[in-house]
């Protein structure tokens, strides 16, 4: 920071007692966005004209008058939330907004979890009673890793928090460690980490039961006996994975049958053996169920909450249960679903607005870009633009923005004070953070926590702001952090306001878990998917070979909708198209080549794109990255300029659309045909 107050620098703390300099890419592109000229600094609202200028004093009080008839004429369900991906990331801010909405009454909190992870939260309440246990992959100690559904090159491992992932990888490989990689992309980047078992889309449930199946079945292995005395359900889950030997899976899931073998019993011999999913599974029809069955293979194997296994990090009282309702299934006309931490499946947002018997009037969006990165298309813009009221708390005026009534400027990461509170849990070497703001807001750009604060208040309620003194971290925050005898105050005295956390001791988990009772392996809920997967599994059996299957393709250039709009990323090689990837045998069977431009279809919709060949995707699977279809998004103009197209225009929405256990949009595995444009 210089002598007028302005960010000039941004580097890596090659001093961090944790993460010792790793940055990511995005964290290192930040600065850019911090001073992107597009930004948005200063409240704006839709005009005759386009957007005005106007100001906070203006803006809040229009929009809680607003607020407040809609739901005295509507009643509370009329109104929602959508929570984007960066407010996990901002402790106070989604604090705030949760006050908001249990100030209001508001019951329908969408976020970006049904787009990527809703199937860890709830499966986790589920089973162990709260969406924040995640027993996570012990990298330093596995002799076998299991790492389905990701690239941890480009994605940086999803619930598994650790500095250099790809470092912690090859260590692993070089004290001897078998890592496999089980994705229908081959992952050549790692090559010299793991090998790639090339596996058909959305079908990754089936490995996990074949898995199952084989160790409980094959005559030298077994399921683990002092691992699972006292645990009840073992039966059901027995009677499930006996459905799915290797020999009747192989075909569905693409991989031999002898392979499916050596993997169950690698897993089930290793001393030690870890698996981790991410979103290559999590976005498929049946996320929950893979999760599940990923627990349960740790689990009957011996490996979980053991060294090499699937462990917890930190030491301390378990995270926060939720409440019985909060996970009670929801009915709705498109059918029932189990939310994860409450939120409806965002594949049902046009519905709710278009359709539902009480529809949605008004929604506020926060950090979020749901017009792009849900399913729906140009009905859903229709649905957004009908609303009586939509406002957008973000950095820019992105594709959402672009439709609302009022559009509020956002502080960043270096305007505001923050805590690294979501990563709790799933952090290989646990620790706390407080960071302080770096500089004073911008122009006019205000917190998130500030804004719904100030929307309470002007609605009459009471808000974070009126906590005495005025420290709403302390007020939001010393009572978790009192469960493992630290502050905030504490963390703002500490050397670079960092607390190393004790790690945990294994092999007591379960039973706290449970109450000190037998744990149950088999809850109700579970059982549902059970029978939803022999469904699946008839269709995928049913399906046609002509039929490719699209899945979703993270690139080091399409992050965040926050970073869309940087020129470095737009401008690299790669980085301002989103080209349809296809093996070069399938484009040589339909008669196609390399740069043409294809028709890419289902019963959902329809998209053209440029034709790239990739000889690392497996037959039969085509793949396109998310987060483009930026051509009316005038907010945006680098995006704006290179707009590349909406691949979300292919994904489900209504009925058959999510998964009923958690509500996960199907964004991956999709079922599509190509041809020449």
Same mark, same amino acid.
């Given at each position: 920071m210089d002598d007028t107050g302005k960010l000039v620098e941004l580097a890596p703390d090659r001093e961090h007692p944790v993460s010792a300099g790793f940055a990511c890419h995005k964290g290192l592109l930040a600065k850019d966005l911090h001073h992107d000229p597009d930004r948005l600094n200063f409240p704006h609202r839709r005009g005759e004209h386009g957007f005005e200028r106007t100001t906070w004093d203006e803006s809040l009080p229009a929009i809680a008058h607003q607020l407040k008839a809609i739901i005295e004429e509507h009643g509370p369900r009329s109104v929602a939330l959508y929570m984007g991906n960066p407010s996990a990331f901002n402790a106070l801010g989604s604090m705030a907004a949760g006050m908001f909405a249990a100030s209001l009454g508001v019951e329908r909190l969408f976020n970006a979890g049904t787009q990527d992870c809703a199937n860890k939260f709830v499966v986790s309440e589920i089973l162990y009673g709260s969406a924040e246990i995640h027993p996570m992959a012990d990298l330093d100690h596995a002799e076998y890793l299991l790492m389905i559904g990701t690239n941890p090159r480009i994605s940086k491992m999803s619930f598994l928090s650790t500095p250099d992932p790809v470092a912690a990888l090859r260590d692993a490989r070089k004290r001897g460690a078998e890592i496999v990689f089980v994705n229908p992309l081959a992952i050549e980047d790692l090559s010299d980490v793991g090998s790639t078992l090339q596996i058909r889309p959305d079908t990754d449930a089936y490995l996990l039961a074949s898995m199952l199946c084989e160790v409980d079945t094959a005559p030298d292995l077994g399921f683990d006996i002092a691992a699972c005395e006292g645990i009840e359900g073992l039966a059901e889950l027995r009677a499930f994975v006996a459905a799915y030997p290797p020999e009747r899976v192989s075909a569905v899931v693409g991989i031999e049958v002898e392979i499916i073998r050596s993997m169950a019993r690698s897993f089930a011999t290793a001393n030690g053996a870890a698996i981790h999913l991410s979103t290559g599974v999590n976005m498929g029809r049946q996320g929950?169920?893979?999760?599940?069955?990923?627990?349960?293979?740790?689990?009957?194997?011996?490996?979980?909450?053991?060294?090499?296994?699937?462990?917890?990090?930190?030491?301390?009282?378990?995270?926060?249960?939720?409440?019985?309702?909060?996970?009670?299934?929801?009915?709705?006309q498109w059918g029932a679903y189990r939310p994860a931490r409450g939120t409806p499946p965002g594949s049902l947002m046009a519905d709710m607005i278009l359709d539902?018997?009480?529809?949605?009037?008004?929604?506020?969006?926060?950090? *979020?870009? #749901?017009? %792009?990165?849900?399913?729906? /298309?140009?009905?859903?813009?229709? $649905? +957004?633009?009908?609303?009586? &009221?939509?406002?957008?708390?973000?950095?820019?005026?992105?594709?959402?923005?672009?439709?609302?009534?009022?559009?509020?400027?956002?502080?960043?990461?270096?305007?505001?004070?923050?805590?690294n509170y979501f990563v709790q849990g799933v952090q290989r070497r646990p620790y706390l953070q407080w960071t302080a703001a770096v500089v004073d807001e911008q122009a006019e750009r205000k917190?998130?926590?500030?804004?719904?604060?100030?929307?309470?208040?002007?609605? *009459?309620? #009471?808000? %974070?702001?009126?906590?005495? /003194?005025?420290?709403?971290?302390? $007020? +939001?925050?010393?009572?978790? &952090?009192?469960?493992?005898?630290?502050?905030?105050?504490?963390?703002?005295?500490?050397?670079?306001?960092?607390?190393?956390?004790?790690?945990?001791?294994?092999?007591?988990?379960?039973?706290?878990?449970?109450?000190?009772?037998?744990?149950?392996?088999?809850?109700?809920?579970?059982?549902?998917?059970?029978?939803?997967?022999?469904?699946?599994?008839?269709?995928?059996l049913g399906e046609s070979g002509e039929t490719l299957k699209l899945i979703t393709r993270r690139t080091n250039y399409m992050l965040n909708s926050g970073f869309q709009n940087l020129k470095a990323l737009r401008d690299a090689k790669g980085g301002g198209t989103n080209p349809l990837f296809m093996n070069p045998r399938d484009a040589l069977l339909r008669g196609l080549s390399e740069g043409q431009w294809v028709l890419i279809r289902n019963k959902y919709g329809e998209i053209r794109a440029e034709l790239a060949l990739d000889s690392h995707l497996r037959e039969g699977v085509v793949a396109m990255s998310h987060g483009f279809g930026n051509s009316k998004t005038s907010?945006?103009?680098?995006?704006?300029?290179?707009?590349?197209?909406?691949?979300?225009?292919?994904?489900?929405?209504?009925?058959g659309s999510f998964d009923p256990v958690g509500g996960m949009g199907h964004l991956t595995g999709i079922g599509v045909q190509v041809e020449a444009a």
């Open positions: 929950s169920l893979a999760y599940y069955l990923a627990q349960m293979l740790s689990l009957v194997t011996g490996n979980l909450d053991r060294e090499g296994g699937n462990i917890l990090p930190a030491r301390g009282v378990l995270p926060m249960v939720m409440p019985p309702e909060a996970s009670a299934d929801r009915p709705t539902d018997e009480s529809p949605l009037r008004a929604m506020i969006v926060v950090a *979020g870009n #749901p017009a %792009l990165s849900i399913g729906g /298309g140009e009905r859903l813009e229709r $649905a +957004l633009a009908s609303l009586d &009221l939509l406002v957008t708390v973000d950095f820019y005026r992105n594709a959402t923005g672009e439709l609302a009534h009022w559009t509020l400027p956002a502080a960043d990461w270096f305007e505001r004070e923050d805590l917190s998130d926590a500030w804004i719904f604060s100030r929307l309470l208040q002007e609605m *009459g309620l #009471p808000s %974070l702001l009126d906590i005495p /003194g005025g420290d709403m971290m302390t $007020a +939001l925050w010393d009572g978790r &952090l009192g469960e493992t005898g630290n502050s905030i105050a504490m963390l703002r005295e500490s050397d670079d306001h960092v607390v190393i956390l004790p790690e945990a001791e294994h092999g007591e988990f379960l039973s706290r878990v449970s109450g000190g009772k037998n744990f149950n392996a088999c809850p109700e809920p579970i059982k549902g998917t059970f029978s939803r997967a022999f469904e699946v599994f008839d269709d995928l907010g945006m103009p680098v995006a704006q300029a290179k707009p590349g197209v909406n691949v979300n225009i292919l994904s489900p929405t209504g009925i």
